[in-house]
Each structure stands twice: as structure tokens, then as C-alpha cells.
């Protein structure tokens, strides 16, 4: 294993011994760090008879939970979380997430809002002192497909940078999320600090569902690091 899947996995092992109790309700995020939250869940689950209710919050995230034998729930049974571990694009020094690469932004952020914990398992590349430092992508913006157009000019116009509809891998349409929406990746210009502001703005545009900036929501944040060491924020 190479030193970036060695630090996802220290992250993830750490994040889930320290916050996963016995007969709680977790949130399971996406993108591959919490495949190894997975794998530590399900260790712990037959060493310690753990009873644990796993909420997924993508497609991906119910077929690793089932394929992995853990029990499934959902937010109509458990609309409240003990906690929920998900990955991140990017974490800022102000708990400023970037979150979405994976396309499963929306349902990350309604399952994340319904826990009493949020916590963060990233691999030292995602550590940033600001948003746009390590991540190059942009912050991803979910929004219903009539209004991608208008959305992105909107966006272009008040902020500057670039905004794409994402594409899928062959270019031969937009990227649909789980939700049936397209995504715009905005490549915003540097200097923007005002994420709290800007997150609320673009909420507010008609057509946007949601965005990738989650603003001071995880409680904890486990960084991997190189050398085998985790840091906390
Ligand atoms: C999800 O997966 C996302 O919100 C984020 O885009 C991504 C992180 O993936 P990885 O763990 O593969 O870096 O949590």
C-alpha cells in the first residue's frame, strides 16, 4: 500500500474506533477514505458485537454497506445521527470543507446535517491553509438541469472564475447525480475568503440544490499524514 491509501486508512481506523459507539446510528459517506472506515467498522462490528445502524449517503455508499453486511437504514427510520464520517476535496485551516468531487455532495450534506457529530477523514493532500490551495476542481454545485445556464452565468457574473457542467467521462453528456440533477464545478478566482456568505448566495439561487462548500459543519477532522501519524483539527 502506498502512502496515500496508508493515509487514508490510519484516518479512517482512527475516526471510527474514537467515534463509533455501540448502538448508534452512522452516517457513511463516499469516495474511497471511507471504504476503509467500512472495513474497520465491520472489524469492530465482529470482535465487539457492535450494533450499529449505517445510513448511506450515496448510491456507492448503500452497495458498501450491504456488500459488506452491515445493517442498512435511512433517514425516514433514523432521521437523527450519533455521527457521520464522510471524506473531503479539501479542508481549510477554518473547518471550510470542499466537498462533492464524487458527485454525492447533496445527499453527503443532508446526512451530515443530521448528525450530532461530522466527522472528517482525509488523506494529507486535502489539508489547506485555504480552499483552492491543494484542490483543483473547484467547489462542485448541484442544481436542477433547466437552470444550469443561468446559474453559471449568474455565478460568473458576482464572483468571477469559471463554472463547467460536469461532464462524464466520455463527454457524451453531463455527469446525473443520484438525485437526477447536472453539477457545475466552480473554478473560483483566488482571494475569496467570504465562504460563509458566498455558500448562503449561491444557496439562495433558484435552480441550485445544493453546494459542495460545507461551512464549519464537521466537528473533527483526522488527517493521515505521510509518515503514518494522524493529525487532528
Ligand atoms: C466524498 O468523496 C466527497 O464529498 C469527496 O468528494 C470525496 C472524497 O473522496 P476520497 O475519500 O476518495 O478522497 O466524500
Known amino acids: 500500500m502506498g502512502p496515500l491509501e496508508s493515509a487514508k486508512k490510519v484516518a479512517a481506523y482512527k475516526a471510527v474506533d474514537e467515534f463509533v459507539k455501540n448502538d448508534s446510528v452512522i452516517g457513511i459517506g463516499s469516495g474511497s477514505t471511507i471504504i476503509y472506515a467500512v472495513h474497520r467498522l465491520v472489524e469492530r462490528v465482529k470482535e465487539e458485537n457492535l450494533n450499529v ?6 448510491f456507492q455508499a448503500r ?3 450491504l456488500n459488506n453486511h452491515l445493517i442498512l437504514g435511512d433517514l425516514e427510520t433514523y432521521p437523527k445521527l450519533d455521527c457521520a464520517i464522510d471524506g ?3 479542508v481549510d485551516s477554518d473547518m471550510n470543507l470542499i466537498k462533492g468531487g464524487g458527485g454525492c455532495l447533496l445527499q453527503e450534506k443532508i446526512v451530515a446535517s443530521c448528525a450530532n457529530q461530522f466527522i472528517i477523514i482525509a488523506d494529507y493532500t486535502k489539508n489547506s491553509q485555504q480552499l483552492g490551495e491543494q484542490y483543483k476542481k ?3 454545485i448541484e442544481v436542477v438541469p433547466m437552470a444550469y445556464t443561468a446559474i453559471q452565468k449568474r455565478i460568473e457574473d458576482n464572483y468571477g472564475g469559471l463554472v463547467q457542467v460536469r461532464m462524464a ?3 457524451a453528456g453531463p455527469v446525473i447525480t443520484d438525485n437526477g440533477n447536472f453539477i457545475l464545478d466552480w473554478h473560483f478566482p483566488s482571494g475569496l475568503s467570504n465562504w460563509n456568505k458566498i455558500n448562503t448566495e449561491i444557496s ?3 435552480g441550485v440544490v445544493e453546494t459542495g462548500l460545507f461551512i464549519k459543519m464537521a466537528k473533527k477532522v483526522f488527517f493521515g499524514m505521510p509518515d503514518g501519524s494522524v493529525k487532528e483539527q
Open 204 to 206: 439562495m439561487m433558484p
Open 63 to 65: 452497495q458498501l454497506i
Open 53 to 58: 445502524v449505517c445510513i448511506p449517503t450515496s
Open 138 to 140: 473547484g467547489i462542485p
Open 88 to 90: 473531503a476535496d479539501e
Open 169 to 171: 467521462l466520455a463527454k
